[in-house]
Protein backbone atom coordinates (compact mmCIF):
# COMPACT_ATOMS: atom_id res chain seq x y z
CA UNK A 1 0.00 0.00 0.00
CA UNK A 2 1.76 3.67 -1.27
CA UNK A 3 1.64 6.15 1.46
CA UNK A 4 -0.98 8.38 1.72
CA UNK A 5 -3.76 5.92 0.26
CA UNK A 6 -6.79 5.22 2.31
CA UNK A 7 -8.94 2.33 1.78
CA UNK A 8 -12.69 2.69 1.13
CA UNK A 9 -14.11 2.33 4.47
CA UNK A 10 -12.26 5.31 5.80
CA UNK A 11 -13.68 7.01 2.77
CA UNK A 12 -16.87 6.77 4.18
CA UNK A 13 -15.77 7.19 8.03
CA UNK A 14 -14.19 10.61 7.16
CA UNK A 15 -17.70 11.26 5.28
CA UNK A 16 -19.75 10.51 8.38
CA UNK A 17 -17.48 12.42 11.02
CA UNK A 18 -17.41 15.22 8.25
CA UNK A 19 -21.24 15.15 8.13
CA UNK A 20 -20.99 15.36 12.18
CA UNK A 21 -19.19 18.37 11.98
CA UNK A 22 -21.00 20.33 9.19
CA UNK A 23 -24.16 19.73 11.42
CA UNK A 24 -22.70 20.93 14.17
CA UNK A 25 -21.78 24.44 12.66
CA UNK A 26 -25.33 24.51 12.33
CA UNK A 27 -26.72 23.93 14.92
CA UNK A 28 -27.31 26.90 17.57
CA UNK A 29 -26.85 26.48 20.94
CA UNK A 30 -30.61 25.63 21.84
CA UNK A 31 -30.29 22.61 19.37
CA UNK A 32 -27.23 21.63 20.91
CA UNK A 33 -28.89 22.11 24.79
CA UNK A 34 -32.02 20.71 23.59
CA UNK A 35 -30.74 17.93 21.63
CA UNK A 36 -27.93 15.51 22.03
CA UNK A 37 -26.55 17.23 25.26
CA UNK A 38 -30.09 16.84 27.35
CA UNK A 39 -30.17 12.88 26.09
CA UNK A 40 -26.45 12.50 27.14
CA UNK A 41 -27.45 14.03 30.66
CA UNK A 42 -30.66 11.71 31.00
CA UNK A 43 -28.83 9.22 30.36
CA UNK A 44 -26.37 9.61 32.57
CA UNK A 45 -28.08 10.39 35.50
CA UNK A 46 -30.07 6.82 34.97
CA UNK A 47 -26.47 4.89 34.87
CA UNK A 48 -25.67 6.63 38.06
CA UNK A 49 -29.02 6.01 39.94
CA UNK A 50 -28.68 2.42 39.35
CA UNK A 51 -24.88 2.38 40.06
CA UNK A 52 -25.80 4.31 43.81
CA UNK A 53 -28.92 2.07 44.30
CA UNK A 54 -27.03 -1.44 43.59
CA UNK A 55 -23.52 0.13 45.47
CA UNK A 56 -25.81 1.46 48.26
CA UNK A 57 -27.72 -2.07 48.60
CA UNK A 58 -24.03 -3.53 48.23
CA UNK A 59 -22.94 -2.13 51.37
CA UNK A 60 -25.95 -2.65 53.47
CA UNK A 61 -25.79 -6.32 52.68
CA UNK A 62 -21.67 -6.41 53.86
CA UNK A 63 -22.75 -4.58 56.45
CA UNK A 64 -25.43 -6.47 57.83
CA UNK A 65 -23.37 -9.73 58.08
CA UNK A 66 -22.57 -10.15 61.47
CA UNK A 67 -26.49 -9.61 61.99
CA UNK A 68 -28.88 -11.50 64.29
CA UNK A 69 -31.79 -11.40 61.53
CA UNK A 70 -29.77 -9.98 58.64
CA UNK A 71 -33.20 -10.00 56.39
CA UNK A 72 -34.89 -8.08 58.97
CA UNK A 73 -32.26 -5.19 59.41
CA UNK A 74 -31.81 -4.78 55.47
CA UNK A 75 -35.61 -3.64 55.32
CA UNK A 76 -35.38 -1.69 58.00
CA UNK A 77 -32.66 -0.07 56.80
CA UNK A 78 -34.05 0.24 53.56
CA UNK A 79 -37.42 1.45 54.80
CA UNK A 80 -35.48 4.29 57.02
CA UNK A 81 -33.29 5.36 53.91
CA UNK A 82 -36.58 5.64 51.70
CA UNK A 83 -38.47 7.72 54.58
CA UNK A 84 -35.48 10.03 56.23
CA UNK A 85 -37.26 11.13 59.07
CA UNK A 86 -34.39 12.83 61.08
CA UNK A 87 -33.34 11.74 64.39
CA UNK A 88 -31.72 15.21 65.15
CA UNK A 89 -34.85 16.86 64.43
CA UNK A 90 -35.24 17.68 67.87
CA UNK A 91 -32.40 19.56 67.89
CA UNK A 92 -32.93 22.04 65.23
CA UNK A 93 -37.17 21.73 65.15
CA UNK A 94 -37.52 25.25 63.33
CA UNK A 95 -34.16 24.35 60.57
CA UNK A 96 -34.59 20.69 59.53
CA UNK A 97 -38.38 21.55 58.97
CA UNK A 98 -37.79 24.34 56.30
CA UNK A 99 -34.42 21.45 55.00
CA UNK A 100 -37.72 19.50 54.60
CA UNK A 101 -39.87 21.63 52.33
CA UNK A 102 -37.37 23.21 50.60
CA UNK A 103 -36.11 18.88 49.56
CA UNK A 104 -40.03 17.99 49.12
CA UNK A 105 -40.85 21.09 46.92
CA UNK A 106 -37.45 20.32 45.08
CA UNK A 107 -38.38 16.75 44.01
CA UNK A 108 -41.94 17.55 43.25
CA UNK A 109 -41.98 20.39 41.34
CA UNK A 110 -39.64 19.54 38.27
CA UNK A 111 -41.86 15.51 37.97
CA UNK A 112 -45.59 17.65 38.39
CA UNK A 113 -44.80 20.91 36.47
CA UNK A 114 -47.62 20.89 33.71
CA UNK A 115 -45.16 22.60 31.26
CA UNK A 116 -42.71 19.52 31.73
CA UNK A 117 -45.36 16.58 31.80
CA UNK A 118 -46.51 18.96 28.28
CA UNK A 119 -43.11 18.32 26.86
CA UNK A 120 -42.72 14.50 27.75
CA UNK A 121 -46.48 13.77 25.92
CA UNK A 122 -44.89 15.59 23.07
CA UNK A 123 -42.15 13.81 23.44
CA UNK A 124 -41.27 10.20 21.12
CA UNK A 125 -42.05 8.61 24.61
CA UNK A 126 -45.40 10.34 24.40
CA UNK A 127 -45.60 9.47 28.39
CA UNK A 128 -48.68 12.30 30.43
CA UNK A 129 -49.67 12.01 33.74
CA UNK A 130 -51.53 14.58 36.78
CA UNK A 131 -50.38 17.93 36.66
CA UNK A 132 -49.69 20.63 39.90
CA UNK A 133 -52.20 23.50 39.65
CA UNK A 134 -50.50 26.83 38.64
CA UNK A 135 -50.51 28.46 41.29
CA UNK A 136 -49.19 25.90 43.44
CA UNK A 137 -46.59 25.06 41.28
CA UNK A 138 -45.47 28.74 41.32
CA UNK A 139 -46.29 29.16 45.15
CA UNK A 140 -43.55 25.65 45.88
CA UNK A 141 -41.33 27.72 43.42
CA UNK A 142 -41.10 30.82 45.06
CA UNK A 143 -40.91 28.62 48.53
CA UNK A 144 -37.61 27.15 47.08
CA UNK A 145 -35.75 30.51 45.84
CA UNK A 146 -36.84 32.01 49.23
CA UNK A 147 -35.24 29.32 51.15
CA UNK A 148 -32.61 29.07 49.18
CA UNK A 149 -31.46 32.57 49.56
CA UNK A 150 -32.28 32.28 53.85
CA UNK A 151 -29.83 29.20 53.54
CA UNK A 152 -27.35 30.92 51.12
CA UNK A 153 -27.39 34.00 53.68
CA UNK A 154 -27.24 32.39 56.77
CA UNK A 155 -24.12 30.39 55.74
CA UNK A 156 -22.80 33.79 54.33
CA UNK A 157 -23.65 35.97 57.66
CA UNK A 158 -23.44 33.45 60.52
CA UNK A 159 -20.07 33.45 61.43
CA UNK A 160 -20.40 29.94 62.98
CA UNK A 161 -21.89 28.53 59.77
CA UNK A 162 -19.76 30.63 57.74
CA UNK A 163 -16.20 29.03 59.49
CA UNK A 164 -17.38 25.53 58.67
CA UNK A 165 -18.74 25.87 55.43
CA UNK A 166 -16.82 25.90 51.98
CA UNK A 167 -17.66 27.63 48.58
CA UNK A 168 -18.70 24.79 47.68
CA UNK A 169 -21.62 25.17 50.00
CA UNK A 170 -22.80 27.96 48.52
CA UNK A 171 -22.20 27.07 44.65
CA UNK A 172 -24.46 24.27 45.58
CA UNK A 173 -27.26 26.21 47.07
CA UNK A 174 -26.96 28.34 43.92
CA UNK A 175 -26.78 25.52 41.45
CA UNK A 176 -29.95 23.82 43.14
CA UNK A 177 -32.37 27.51 42.99
CA UNK A 178 -31.14 28.16 39.44
CA UNK A 179 -33.68 26.26 37.40
CA UNK A 180 -36.45 27.59 39.53
CA UNK A 181 -35.88 31.05 39.05
CA UNK A 182 -35.13 30.86 35.12
CA UNK A 183 -38.18 29.20 34.85
CA UNK A 184 -40.53 30.91 36.97
CA UNK A 185 -39.05 34.04 34.72
CA UNK A 186 -39.75 31.78 31.72
CA UNK A 187 -43.05 31.02 32.44
CA UNK A 188 -44.06 34.48 33.49
CA UNK A 189 -42.33 36.75 30.69
CA UNK A 190 -40.71 38.68 34.07
CA UNK A 191 -37.42 39.78 32.09
CA UNK A 192 -38.25 39.78 28.64
CA UNK A 193 -37.61 43.33 28.51
CA UNK A 194 -33.75 42.29 28.43
CA UNK A 195 -33.12 41.08 24.90
CA UNK A 196 -30.47 39.31 25.93
CA UNK A 197 -32.32 37.39 28.59
CA UNK A 198 -35.61 36.97 27.14
CA UNK A 199 -34.38 35.79 24.48
CA UNK A 200 -32.03 32.84 25.46
CA UNK A 201 -33.98 32.38 28.75
CA UNK A 202 -35.16 28.83 27.71
CA UNK A 203 -31.79 27.94 26.67
CA UNK A 204 -30.77 28.98 30.46
CA UNK A 205 -32.86 27.28 31.91
CA UNK A 206 -32.31 24.27 30.45
CA UNK A 207 -28.97 24.78 30.95
CA UNK A 208 -29.43 25.00 34.22
CA UNK A 209 -31.43 21.91 34.60
CA UNK A 210 -29.02 19.91 33.24
CA UNK A 211 -26.18 21.22 35.67
CA UNK A 212 -28.58 19.95 38.64
CA UNK A 213 -29.37 16.93 37.03
CA UNK A 214 -25.45 16.46 36.76
CA UNK A 215 -24.94 17.58 40.05
CA UNK A 216 -27.19 15.51 41.79
CA UNK A 217 -25.57 12.76 40.44
CA UNK A 218 -22.41 13.01 42.25
CA UNK A 219 -23.89 14.42 45.41
CA UNK A 220 -23.47 12.58 48.74
CA UNK A 221 -25.11 13.27 51.61
CA UNK A 222 -22.43 12.75 54.51
CA UNK A 223 -21.68 13.35 58.10
CA UNK A 224 -18.71 15.68 59.19
CA UNK A 225 -17.12 15.86 62.55
CA UNK A 226 -16.14 19.57 63.65
CA UNK A 227 -12.95 19.90 64.70
CA UNK A 228 -13.85 22.35 67.21
CA UNK A 229 -16.13 20.96 68.52
CA UNK A 230 -15.40 17.20 68.42
CA UNK A 231 -13.62 15.59 71.46
CA UNK A 232 -13.41 12.05 69.90
CA UNK A 233 -16.03 10.68 72.44
CA UNK A 234 -17.09 7.53 69.63
CA UNK A 235 -21.10 8.48 70.76
CA UNK A 236 -21.88 8.32 67.31
CA UNK A 237 -19.82 5.52 66.47
CA UNK A 238 -21.80 3.15 69.12
CA UNK A 239 -24.89 4.88 67.89
CA UNK A 240 -25.08 4.25 64.34
CA UNK A 241 -27.31 1.51 63.32
CA UNK A 242 -25.26 0.86 60.09
CA UNK A 243 -21.64 0.78 60.88
CA UNK A 244 -21.13 4.09 58.89
CA UNK A 245 -19.31 5.02 61.61
CA UNK A 246 -16.34 3.42 63.41
CA UNK A 247 -13.51 4.32 64.98
CA UNK A 248 -10.09 2.69 65.67
CA UNK A 249 -7.05 3.62 68.26
CA UNK A 250 -3.73 3.41 66.67
CA UNK A 251 -0.73 4.13 68.92
CA UNK A 252 -1.36 7.75 70.01
CA UNK A 253 -4.01 8.45 67.73
CA UNK A 254 -8.24 7.69 67.49
CA UNK A 255 -9.58 7.52 63.78
CA UNK A 256 -12.65 8.44 62.96
CA UNK A 257 -13.64 6.30 59.31
CA UNK A 258 -17.11 6.81 57.67
CA UNK A 259 -18.30 4.43 54.53
CA UNK A 260 -20.62 7.01 52.70
CA UNK A 261 -22.47 4.05 51.04
CA UNK A 262 -23.94 2.51 54.41
CA UNK A 263 -25.03 5.78 55.40
CA UNK A 264 -28.68 6.36 55.35
CA UNK A 265 -28.60 9.98 56.31
CA UNK A 266 -30.72 8.63 59.64
CA UNK A 267 -29.13 11.58 61.37
CA UNK A 268 -28.36 9.25 64.72
CA UNK A 269 -24.71 10.52 65.08
CA UNK A 270 -25.96 14.28 64.98
CA UNK A 271 -28.76 13.30 67.95
CA UNK A 272 -26.56 11.53 70.27
CA UNK A 273 -23.44 13.89 69.88
CA UNK A 274 -23.27 15.71 73.21
CA UNK A 275 -20.85 18.03 71.92
CA UNK A 276 -22.96 18.95 69.10
CA UNK A 277 -20.36 18.12 66.33
CA UNK A 278 -21.89 15.76 64.21
CA UNK A 279 -23.67 17.23 60.96
CA UNK A 280 -24.99 15.59 58.16
CA UNK A 281 -23.38 18.21 54.76
CA UNK A 282 -23.80 17.65 51.32
CA UNK A 283 -20.97 16.78 49.36
CA UNK A 284 -20.10 17.03 45.69
CA UNK A 285 -17.56 14.21 44.79
CA UNK A 286 -17.35 12.23 41.18
CA UNK A 287 -14.54 9.66 43.10
CA UNK A 288 -16.57 9.24 45.94
CA UNK A 289 -19.15 7.50 43.18
CA UNK A 290 -16.50 4.41 43.13
CA UNK A 291 -15.62 3.94 46.40
CA UNK A 292 -17.94 1.34 47.31
CA UNK A 293 -16.93 -0.51 49.74
CA UNK A 294 -13.86 1.66 51.16
CA UNK A 295 -13.90 3.89 53.87
CA UNK A 296 -11.89 7.30 54.83
CA UNK A 297 -11.03 8.93 57.60
CA UNK A 298 -12.97 11.95 58.71
CA UNK A 299 -11.40 12.88 61.84
CA UNK A 300 -8.30 12.30 63.93
CA UNK A 301 -7.99 12.89 68.09
CA UNK A 302 -5.03 12.77 69.76
CA UNK A 303 -5.06 10.45 73.18
CA UNK A 304 -4.14 11.39 76.51
CA UNK A 305 -1.80 9.06 77.96
CA UNK A 306 -1.55 7.74 81.98
CA UNK A 307 1.22 9.68 83.86
CA UNK A 308 2.00 6.37 85.80
CA UNK A 309 1.62 3.13 83.35
CA UNK A 310 2.09 5.73 80.24
CA UNK A 311 -0.96 3.49 78.83
CA UNK A 312 -2.97 5.70 76.07
CA UNK A 313 -6.66 5.25 77.56
CA UNK A 314 -9.10 8.65 76.05
CA UNK A 315 -9.13 11.53 73.83
CA UNK A 316 -7.07 14.22 74.94
CA UNK A 317 -10.06 16.98 73.98
CA UNK A 318 -12.31 14.99 76.23
CA UNK A 319 -10.17 15.09 78.90
CA UNK A 320 -9.42 18.66 79.31
CA UNK A 321 -13.34 19.35 79.03
CA UNK A 322 -13.20 17.07 81.93
CA UNK A 323 -10.52 18.57 83.64
CA UNK A 324 -12.71 22.11 83.26
CA UNK A 325 -14.96 20.65 85.35
CA UNK A 326 -13.70 18.44 88.18
CA UNK A 327 -10.30 18.88 89.80
CA UNK A 328 -8.57 16.16 90.97
CA UNK A 329 -5.39 14.02 90.97
CA UNK A 330 -6.70 11.17 89.18
CA UNK A 331 -7.85 12.45 86.02
CA UNK A 332 -4.64 11.96 84.15
CA UNK A 333 -4.61 8.22 84.98
CA UNK A 334 -6.04 4.90 83.19
CA UNK A 335 -8.69 3.51 85.25
CA UNK A 336 -6.59 0.84 86.89
CA UNK A 337 -4.09 3.34 87.96
CA UNK A 338 -6.84 5.64 88.71
CA UNK A 339 -8.61 2.67 91.21
CA UNK A 340 -4.39 2.12 92.66
CA UNK A 341 -3.95 5.59 93.22
CA UNK A 342 -7.65 6.29 94.70
CA UNK A 343 -6.92 2.98 97.06
CA UNK A 344 -3.78 4.32 98.39
CA UNK A 345 -5.27 7.58 99.16
CA UNK A 346 -8.22 5.82 100.68
CA UNK A 347 -5.94 4.30 102.76
CA UNK A 348 -3.73 6.94 103.90
CA UNK A 349 -7.10 8.32 104.80
CA UNK A 350 -8.55 5.50 107.04
CA UNK A 351 -8.29 5.09 110.76
CA UNK A 352 -6.19 1.59 111.09
CA UNK A 353 -3.58 3.50 108.72
CA UNK A 354 -3.62 6.71 111.43
CA UNK A 355 -3.47 4.23 114.21
CA UNK A 356 -0.06 2.40 112.47
CA UNK A 357 1.48 5.69 111.52
CA UNK A 358 2.86 6.58 115.17
CA UNK A 359 4.04 3.36 115.77
CA UNK A 360 7.49 5.45 113.53
CA UNK A 361 8.15 6.87 117.13
CA UNK A 362 8.26 4.73 119.91
CA UNK A 363 8.75 7.47 122.15
CA UNK A 364 5.57 9.18 121.85
CA UNK A 365 3.44 6.07 122.29
CA UNK A 366 5.46 5.31 125.57
CA UNK A 367 4.74 9.01 127.26
CA UNK A 368 0.95 8.10 125.77
CA UNK A 369 0.96 5.28 127.98
CA UNK A 370 2.38 6.96 131.00
CA UNK A 371 -0.10 9.29 130.53
CA UNK A 372 -3.39 7.09 130.56
CA UNK A 373 -1.95 5.08 133.88
CA UNK A 374 -1.50 8.07 136.09
Known amino acids: MKPGTCYPENYALSANIHQIIVGLRKMDLYSIVDG??????????????????????????????????????????????????????????????????????????????????????ESRFEWDWIALPDAWADGMTLSILALATYFLLRRIIAKNIRQD???????????????????????????????????????????????????????????RLSIQKCTGCASCVQNCPTETLECNDKGGVRLFDYAHFQCICCGSCVGVCPEGAAELRHEISAKRLFQV?????????????????????APEPQMEKIGLTFASECIKCCPECRKTKMGDRLHQLSPWHRQKTPAKHPGLLTRKASDGHT
Open 36 to 121: PFLWIVLLAFLAGFLMRISFFLCAIGVSSRSKENRQFHILTTLARFFLPFHKAFAKKPFYAALRYIFHVCLFIVPIWLSGHIVLWS
Open 165 to 223: SSIRDIILIIVAALPFLTGYFLAHGTLEFIPILGENMVTLHMLSGEAMILTALFLFYTT
Open 293 to 313: FSKREIRSVELEACERCGAYF
